[in-house]
């Protein structure tokens, strides 16, 4: 079987207010839905929130993860293992890749399959919201902190 990609354009545009998008996905396994968030060119930087979660409780969690690229397709964010749910925090600015995956390795961009996963399909919701950066925020502080301690 061969991995497809499918990927979502999402286009939300960041104004002085917030920028909101919920979803529900069907991710078969060995597979990822991806969605690409664009923010504004320019040395202007956004924050990047949201959350993602399991929606069926009696499947594990185990297969499901979140991960955010930029265009260099650098990890600005990977999920812990096992999780059912949980947020992100990420400053950025230009094409950002949200990509929720089902059965593929968490750890590398060649989205290697992962065959110690059962073989179901997951339902996750996810969560997005774009807000323009205040570079004197004391959000902005916090947020960075804590990414520089994760990576």
């Known amino acids: ?5 499918r990927l979502h354009s999402l286009l939300l545009l960041v104004l002085p207010f917030l920028s909101h998008a ?5 991710v078969n396994h060995d597979d990822e839905d991806c969605f690409v968030v ?3 060119k320019g040395p202007q930087e956004s924050i990047v929130t949201g959350s993602f979660d399991l929606l069926d409780d009696k499947l594990s969690p185990d297969p499901v993860s979140l991960v955010i690229l930029n265009d260099k397709l650098e990890h600005l964010y990977r999920s812990a293992p096992s999780v059912k749910s949980g947020s992100f925090s990420v400053i950025a600015s230009g094409r950002l890749s949200l990509c929720v995956r ?5 750890n590398s961009n060649n ?7 059962d073989k ?3 339902m996750v919701g996810l969560n997005v919201q774009v807000k323009n ?4 925020s004391s959000l902005r502080s916090g947020i960075q902190g804590v990414q520089s301690k994760l990576w």
């Open 1 to 5: 079987m061969t991995m497809t990609r």
């Open 22 to 26: 919920s979803f529900i996905l069907n």
């Open 38 to 40: 664009r923010t504004p």
């Open 102 to 106: 089902n059965g593929i390795d968490n």
């Open 111 to 117: 989205k290697k399959k992962n065959n110690k996963f």
């Open 120 to 122: 179901n399909q997951r």
């Open 133 to 136: 950066v205040d570079h004197s």
